[in-house]
């Protein structure tokens, strides 16, 4: 790597390069954040609903490596005291999604971590901005995992508009190599923060089974649905919807959740009987990008390459303007 990328984010955050590890419940652990923050992105511990023993395991496994967390907002909200003892750690940063920010960037603030905040429409970036977040992550509906309606080419640069020329702005969502950082960084980020793509990767914690299952899949076999969150009895505020790898159990009920209502609790017993590693009935978190995404890599690896190949498109990007004949 013979040049980096700098913006507002690799300033306020610290880190070499514009590129953040998205904290996934349970596949962002300690090793996987390392492995970023070392390749000198921002790693993020997957925080998620708030289990403290897997938190407190996570930071330890990441050993002397500056990491930082992410929270699930509306979940975390009845366990404060998880938050100020990840704080206590001085993780590198600490983001927030899904609800009320507020509290976690205040607390954050305090601490003196810098925060960011995922925000999937105009009226979660308005709140965010209110709260003072330091960096607001925009993720359209491509992503993996949980999110809204919008896609990222309108929201990112209206998101940026309303933000302001000083604010750092990540994107996310369907984004997984140079060509996805180059892009965003015209649409107005300054970086990206990537989930699917560091799900197929070495440091990941997941099953061999998963991650397969990763490489043999594509795009246009993910949906966006409510289904599995009915299934599993998570408390998700209505709004969100989960992107996950389209399976039997999925097709069975995403236009049907009446239905799945009606025989919840069988449907569920069968869904928390099934072997972790069938997904066809379990599900299988990921995005659109999965198009993008042809072998398991180490996540330092991933680094590298996104901004090498950004880099590269970034130097070649004027050889399309010509004189005015
Ligand atoms: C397996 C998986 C788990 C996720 N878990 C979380 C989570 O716990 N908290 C969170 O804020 N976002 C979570 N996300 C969403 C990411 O923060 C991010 O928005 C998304 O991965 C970006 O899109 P991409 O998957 O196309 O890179 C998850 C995403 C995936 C793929």
């Known amino acids: 790597m013979s040049q980096t990328i700098a913006t507002r984010f690799t300033r306020r955050f610290g880190v070499p390069h514009p590129v953040a590890l998205a904290p996934m419940d349970k596949v962002a652990g300690g090793r996987l954040a390392a492995a970023v923050a070392r390749a000198g ?11 403290p023993t897997w938190v407190e395991a996570a930071f330890a496994e990441a050993g002397d490596a500056p990491v930082g967390i992410g929270f699930i907002a509306w979940s975390v909200a009845e366990r404060p005291e998880l938050v100020a003892q990840s704080l206590a750690r001085r993780p590198k940063a600490l983001m927030v999604a899904f609800g009320d920010g507020g509290p976690l960037v205040e607390a954050a603030r305090a601490a003196g971590v810098p925060t960011l905040w995922q925000v999937h429409r105009m009226e979660q970036a308005e709140a965010a901005l209110a709260a003072e977040a330091d960096c607001l992550v925009v993720q359209g509906q491509e992503a993996g995992g949980h999110g809204m309606d919008r896609g990222l080419t309108a929201l990112l640069p209206g998101v940026r508009d309303l933000a302001g020329p ?4 990540l994107a996310a969502g369907g984004l997984a190599d140079g060509r996805g950082l180059a892009a965003a960084l015209m649409l107005g980020a300054d970086g990206v923060l990537l989930g699917t793509r560091f799900w197929a990767s070495a440091e990941a914690a997941g099953s061999a089974v998963a991650k397969a299952a990763l490489v043999a899949r594509g795009g246009d076999e993910t949906l966006r649905s409510k289904v599995f969150d009915v299934a599993r009895n998570a408390a998700w505020p209505w709004e ?3 992107r996950t790898v389209t399976n039997a159990f999925a097709r069975r009920w995403h236009e049907d959740l009446e239905g799945l209502q009606r025989v919840l609790d069988a449907e569920r017993a069968r ?4 072997d972790p590693d069938d997904f066809e009935t379990r599900a299988l978190i990921a995005g659109e990008a999965l198009d993008l995404i042809h072998e398991i890599r180490p996540a330092g690896e991933i680094v590298a390459q996104v901004v090498d190949q950004a880099a590269a498109l970034l130097r070649r990007a004027g050889e399309v303007l010509v004189p005015v004949s």
């Open 271 to 274: 869904y928390d009987a099934a």
């Open 41 to 51: 992105g921002l790693g993020l511990i997957g925080g998620g609903y708030g289990d």
């Open 240 to 242: 969100f919807t989960g």
């Open 166 to 169: 000083e604010l750092p702005v």
